[in-house]
């Protein structure tokens, strides 16, 4: 089975904290993402990477940075919290090579809180 | 603008009957249409994948329809019953190197 890990559930930071969110997949998958899902808004594309040390912008990229320095890790960075930042966040993976997407696997996701 | 809509934010239904989910998009031309399941606080789950060359694809009680005419997807579930109940997500393939792109969901409720 695939299985797609994410370092917390539950996270607590401050703002203007620097705050690293640690996803790591088993499979082997060529593509990795990171989510953000608000009530209401579902789910916004962050960044996503077909390779290792490639990344490329989705939807809502401001605020946030990544990095994936081995192809089972995809680490998302926020620079800076602030509170509009308090989001379940959710990390997925895929298999598909050239950018061809296929199913996703998700993480059991990361529920962070600014204060 | 590049929509895609599930039209119904919530559905109860009474258990037992067929539950049917839309998912309509607007300026996507995509490859393959899928569907997720997402309990509360959980991530979302793969359940199945339609390509648009196929008009409809069954997994036990779920089928999936899709109409590249009407850019229409329908999900159904038949036989509902209380453990159905979840969010369920569309999400699509636009193009040939872009992500999925997610819509928001429809949280089906199923009474006993």
């Known amino acids: 089975d695939v299985k797609v890990t994410q370092s917390s559930r539950y996270l607590v930071k401050r703002t203007g904290e620097k705050v690293f969110l640690e996803c790591v997949q088993d499979m082997d998958h060529e593509n990795m993402f990171w989510y953000r899902q608000d009530p209401g808004l579902g789910l916004r594309l962050i960044y996503f990477s077909y390779d290792v040390k490639m990344k490329e912008k989705g939807d809502i990229p401001e605020g946030y940075s990544v990095s994936r320095e081995k192809k089972e890790r995809f680490s998302l960075i926020l620079e800076s919290a602030s509170t509009n930042q308090t989001s379940m966040y959710l990390c997925?993976?895929?298999?598909?090579?050239?950018?061809?997407?296929?199913?996703?696997?998700f993480g059991q996701g990361t529920r962070l809180t600014v204060v | 603008s590049q929509k895609i809509e599930q039209n119904s934010e919530a559905l109860n239904i009474q258990e037992g009957k067929t539950a049917t989910l839309t998912c309509n998009y607007t300026?996507?031309?995509?490859?393959?249409l899928q569907w997720y399941r997402q309990d509360p606080g959980r991530g979302p789950v793969f359940l199945l994948l339609i390509r648009e060359n196929e008009k409809e694809k069954r997994k036990e009680r779920l089928k999936v329809t899709f109409d590249t005419t009407l850019k229409q997807s329908l999900f159904h579930i038949t036989a509902s019953q209380p453990a159905d109940s979840a969010t369920y997500l569309c999400a699509l393939l636009a193009a040939g190197n872009t992500p999925l792109v997610f819509g928001k969901g429809t949280r089906l409720s199923v009474i006993a």
């Open positions: 300026n996507y031309s995509p490859a393959y």
């Open positions: 997925a993976s895929s298999s598909g090579l050239g950018g061809l997407f296929t199913e996703a696997f």
